[in-house]
């Protein structure tokens, strides 16, 4: 998901997972005590500011102890619908 933004993946991931966090398109109940979250990212090319691509990114987390399990961006183009 980096390619073309001029930052490296590991930066990509934080962006996702702190956007997701804070203002998530989708919750939903996972079961066990976790929530899968979901939301579009906008990536952006650091010296052009032009939008590269964007993508669907989903969020496993533990709810009652507010803990990041996983994050993973989805496959295919981007729809509204999470």
């Known amino acids: 998901m980096a390619a073309g933004t001029y930052q490296n993946w ?5 962006l996702a997972m702190d956007a997701i966090s804070r203002d998530p398109d989708k919750e ?3 079961g066990g005590g976790k929530a899968c979250l979901s939301r579009v990212i906008f ?3 650091l010296r ?3 939008v590269v ?6 969020m496993i987390g533990a ?3 507010n803990n ?3 994050a993973f961006p989805t496959i295919g ?4 619908r999470v």
Do not use: E, F, H, Y
Not at 10 to 14: E, G, K, N, T, Y
Not at 53 to 58: A, K
């Open 28 to 30: 939903v109940p996972a």
């Open 53 to 58: 691509r964007q993508r669907i990114v989903r």
């Open 63 to 65: 709810v009652d102890q």
């Open 43 to 45: 990536l952006r090319n």
């Open 68 to 70: 990041i399990i996983t």
């Open 48 to 50: 052009t500011n032009q």
């Open 77 to 80: 183009s981007v729809s509204r």
């Open 10 to 14: 590991r930066d990509v991931a934080d």
